[in-house]
């Protein structure tokens, strides 16, 4: 069984940072050659929006919401199983429960593209 982890989310400052992390355990590590993995945000009361990808298939290319890039950077470790979110300049606006996913498929910008799914984890942003 696959399991996604999130770790990393609490509470700061506007303008502040914070760095997330997804471990995936399990069958994941070396099975999905061709997928890709990502980050995802439901804020009270909002749809699950689309954070950020990456894909190593072919070489590793990353993947934004517009409304997102510039600001956030997303990144994979050495292996396939680890996935990292760097967040700058935060604003409360981005205050919510982050979440971390994988696909089998490649990558997408819906719920739907994906296999795999953290528990997620709390970002607050205090102005």
């Known amino acids: 069984q696959v399991q996604l982890i999130e770790s990393g989310g609490g509470l700061v400052q506007a303008g502040g940072s914070l760095r997330l992390s997804c471990a995936a355990s399990g069958a994941y590590g070396g099975a999905f050659s061709r997928g890709g993995m990502g980050w995802f945000r439901q804020a009270p009361g909002q749809e699950r929006q689309f954070v950020a990808a990456?894909?190593?298939?072919?070489?590793?290319?990353?993947y934004y919401a517009d409304s997102l890039k510039g600001r956030f950077t997303i990144s994979r470790g050495n292996t396939k199983d680890a996935v990292y979110l760097q967040m700058n300049s935060l604003k409360p606006d981005d205050t919510a429960v982050y979440y971390c996913?994988?696909?089998?498929?490649?990558?997408?910008?819906?719920?739907?593209?994906?296999?795999?799914w953290g528990q997620g984890t709390q970002v607050t942003v205090s102005s």
């Open positions: 990456i894909t190593w298939s072919g070489g590793t290319t990353a």
């Open positions: 996913a994988a696909s089998v498929r490649g990558w997408g910008r819906q719920v739907y593209d994906y296999d795999y």
